[in-house]
């Protein structure tokens, strides 16, 4: 059994930042790729971010790029989603996302169905 824990999500003001985490555990995780998504009222599972086992590869939705950063510590198997810049349109329940797969390059990273365990999700708010 794998489990994904998000922490991190509150309610900020636009402008500001705003860091996530998500640690994964379980004795048949052995590390893979990790990411973020994010899912807004009225609206579905929407791609966020990826990166890749080994770190080398990240990829963001437009939405994203240039504002938010995915990183991790692969020694704790725990992945980071920095947020800067902020907007009302970022309000969302974000949820981490991983796979067992190693390869330094992810096959369509923003299909919700490829990711194989997935966090209960965080709460952030961003009021204008």
């Known amino acids: 059994q794998v489990q994904l824990v998000e922490s991190g999500g509150r309610s900020v003001q636009a402008g500001d930042s705003l860091r996530l985490s998500c640690a994964a555990s379980?004795?048949?995780?052995?590390?893979?790729?990790m990411g973020w998504f994010r899912e807004a009222p009225g609206k579905g599972r929407q791609f966020v971010a990826a990166?890749?086992?080994?770190?080398?590869?990240?990829y963001y939705a437009d939405s994203v790029k240039g504002r938010f950063t995915i990183s991790r510590d692969n020694f704790g198997n725990t992945v980071y989603l920095q947020m800067d810049r902020l907007i009302p349109d970022d309000t969302a329940v974000y949820y981490c996302a991983a796979d067992g797969g190693r390869s330094p390059n992810l096959q369509a990273p923003s299909d919700a169905a490829r990711w194989d365990y997935w966090g209960q999700g965080t709460q952030v708010t961003v009021s204008s």
């Open positions: 990166i890749s086992w080994s770190g080398t590869n990240t």
């Open positions: 379980g004795r048949t995780f052995r590390g893979g790729a």
